[in-house]
């Protein structure tokens, strides 16, 4: 399966505050996000699931979406893919478990992990931080536009760049990677359409060489 990666959203209970993630998500799709990612770091798998199922319950499928972290909760949401960390389950072991259907990402912050990553199947790679962030509490160290396009230069499979992602910032990164993923960027902001819009808008404009 082929997913556009280009404006990928990534929910946050604690960003999202008193709104309730269904509405955020269908904001964005409205927006024009091409991809969304359901992480939640506070829950159990089995928690996982059921809040998943009553998110997609009110969502559909409009666009695709990915699990983070949990194989089982991919499965069982019916995901189109699923992405893992550095500490999780490695790419070749997840494409054991979940066939030849499923997207597999890799979250990489190295030149060596991003090889290694390809290697193991990984069918795209989240690269980052790119900037300094406060969502992911236990983040690497921002890694630059400069390691960012290392990394590009050495993997064939598409990369996805995180981590501190705005609407100023945007465009340096897409002159590199294939596309952004962001949490605060537009969770942060009072309307969740006009923002994701705004940063659609920037993908548009890089990809037509106009900026
Ligand atoms: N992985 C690397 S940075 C990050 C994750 C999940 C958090 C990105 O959040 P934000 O708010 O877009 O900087
Ligand atoms: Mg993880």
């Known amino acids: 399966m082929k997913i556009d990666l280009s404006l990928y959203f990534i929910t946050d209970k604690k960003l999202s505050g008193k709104r309730k993630e269904s509405e955020i998500i269908n904001q964005v799709i409205e927006g024009g996000a091409t991809v969304f990612q359901l992480r939640n770091k506070d829950q159990s798998e089995a928690e996982m699931i059921i809040s998943g199922k009553k998110i997609l319950e009110k969502t559909g499928r409009k666009i695709p979406?990915?699990?983070?972290?949990?194989?089982?909760?991919?499965?069982?949401?019916?995901?189109?893919?699923?992405?893992v960390g550095?500490?999780?389950?490695?790419?070749?072991?997840?494409?054991?478990?979940?066939?030849?259907?499923?997207?597999?990402g890799v979250s990489v912050s190295t030149v060596a992990q991003a090889v290694k990553a390809q290697k193991?199947?990984?069918?795209?790679?989240?690269?980052?931080?790119?900037?300094a962030t406060s969502t992911?509490?236990?983040?690497?160290?921002?890694?630059?536009?400069?390691?960012?396009?290392?990394?590009?230069?050495?993997?064939?499979i598409p990369i996805v760049a995180i981590g501190g992602i705005e609407c100023t910032n945007a465009a340096s990164v897409l002159r590199i990677a294939d596309g952004i993923a962001v949490i605060s960027g537009i969770l942060k902001a009072e309307n969740i359409k006009v923002k994701t819009q705004e940063f659609a808008e920037i993908i548009k404009k890089v990809k037509w060489r106009n900026i």
């Open 65 to 83: 979406f990915i699990v983070n972290d949990f194989v089982n909760v991919a499965k069982a949401l019916r995901a189109d893919g699923v992405h």
């Open 86 to 104: 550095q500490k999780d389950m490695e790419a070749g072991l997840v494409r054991e478990l979940i066939g030849e259907n499923m997207v597999i």
């Open 120 to 131: 193991d199947g990984a069918d795209y790679l989240g690269v980052g931080p790119v900037f």
């Open 136 to 156: 992911k509490k236990d983040a690497e160290k921002p890694i630059g536009l400069k390691v960012l396009e290392n990394i590009r230069n050495v993997v064939t």
